[in-house]
């Protein structure tokens, strides 16, 4: 991570589920962006995630589709971070992925705005 900083302007790190991945590699970040799905209790574990997160600025994405009354606003305000966008659900992410064409998926209109948008709420965060 140290060297990827150091030699690209922007680096993205999965990290997955894990709270060790999260503690060891989120201190060396600049910004931290949570993924939830919109259902209540994915929404409280994301809440329960973020509090134990080291001090650096958080955005939301919440992964679609919207269930239980839930609005994307609601669960960023619930959750207490901004919002950086919503993930459209997409029916083809599993066959994507198992066939090693998950970049493909980039092809959705709603997939690229997101990704632009979230782009752009980097880079402004950034300064």
């Known amino acids: 991570l140290k060297a990827a900083r150091r030699g690209y302007e922007l680096s993205v790190v999965d990290v997955g589920r894990s709270r060790e991945g999260l503690s060891s590699l989120g ?4 910004q931290l962006l949570a993924i ?3 259902r209540l209790r ?3 574990a994301t809440a329960q995630l973020i509090n134990e997160l080291p001090a650096v600025p958080i955005s939301l ?5 919207m269930r239980d009354g839930l609005d994307a606003e609601l669960i960023a305000d619930s959750v207490g971070v901004p919002l950086a966008g919503v993930m459209p659900a997409l029916r083809s ?3 994507a992925t198992e066939h090693g064409q998950l970049l493909s998926l980039a092809r959705n209109r ?3 705005r997101l990704a632009a948008s979230i782009l752009a709420d980097l ?3 950034a300064g």
């Not at 201190?27 to 600049?30: F, K």
């Not at 994405?61 to 589709?65: A, D, E, I, S, T």
């Open 27 to 30: 201190q060396h970040c600049d």
């Open 36 to 38: 939830s799905p919109a």
């Open 42 to 44: 994915c929404v409280v």
């Open 61 to 65: 994405v919440v992964r679609g589709p």
């Open 93 to 95: 992410v599993a066959a």
């Open 110 to 112: 709603n997939v690229r």
């Open 123 to 125: 880079k402004e965060r």
